[in-house]
């Protein structure tokens, strides 16, 4: 693909239910990571992986947030018993190897938890 | 501790007149540096970024930012604001594998 996809583009859902939202890095970048961005703030780092391991998941608000990247591409991020404090635009970025590298952005998923 | 502060989390300037959007960063060696732009329902989009080649680097839609060492800095400008130009930016430092946003800061361009 060319960019880094997310699915669904929108979701809403109501409060105590399991959403998971997925992300699609481009090809061959080894470092993904999982941003929550609120209304009017700045991204939010939530997790990173390098590979198939998380390198650092220290932003994850609570035990409710999980995130999977079972093969080293594809990434799902898990939220339990979800909150109307968990609406928010979900980002998934990702970059290749070497310092230098930026990150990619996708075009995000809108939570939104009634 | 902050790795990357925006110092102003608004700027307005008139259509034709100079951009400059400020940013401090913290690090105890030169880090990679990034500017991104958010137009408003828009994914993030990288405009310039900083990887010790040159300390003035040229980005895209005429943006260009300084890596000053001795302050700092990594300044974003732009010699004539364009009206499209409007959108939320973003300083970010990559240190490690680790990418630290600033707050950003909310550009508007006055007609």
């Known amino acids: 693909g060319a960019g880094v996809s997310q699915t669904p583009s929108n979701k809403v859902t109501e409060k105590g239910k399991y959403v998971e939202l997925r992300c699609d890095p481009i090809s061959g970048h080894t470092a993904l990571y999982w941003y929550r961005q609120s209304l009017g703030q700045g991204p939010e780092f939530l997790i990173y992986?390098?590979?198939?391991?998380?390198?650092?998941d220290s932003g994850l608000p609570n035990d409710r947030f999980f995130a999977v990247r079972p093969e080293g591409s594809v990434s799902t991020l898990k939220i339990q018993r979800t909150e109307r404090g968990d609406s928010a635009v979900y980002l998934c970025a990702s970059s290749s190897p070497g310092q230098n590298n930026e990150q990619f952005f996708g075009p995000g998923t809108r939570l939104t938890v009634l | 501790a902050q790795s990357v502060t925006q110092l102003d989390s608004h700027v307005s300037v008139s259509e034709g007149t100079p951009v400059l959007l400020r940013c401090n960063y913290s690090?105890?060696?030169?880090?990679?540096l990034f500017w991104y732009v958010q137009h408003p329902n828009k994914g993030l989009q990288l405009l310039l970024k900083y990887t010790s080649a040159a300390t003035l680097v040229k980005g895209i839609n005429g943006f260009e930012a300084e890596f000053k060492k001795s302050e700092t800095s990594f300044h974003l400008t732009k010699p004539s604001a364009h009206m499209s130009d409007a959108a939320e930016y973003f300083c970010?430092?990559?240190?490690?594998?680790?990418?630290?946003f600033g707050t950003g800061t909310s550009l508007t361009v006055i007609p």
């Open positions: 992986f390098q590979g198939t391991g998380a390198a650092d």
């Open positions: 970010v430092v990559r240190l490690g594998g680790q990418f630290y």
């Open positions: 690090s105890s060696y030169s880090p990679s």
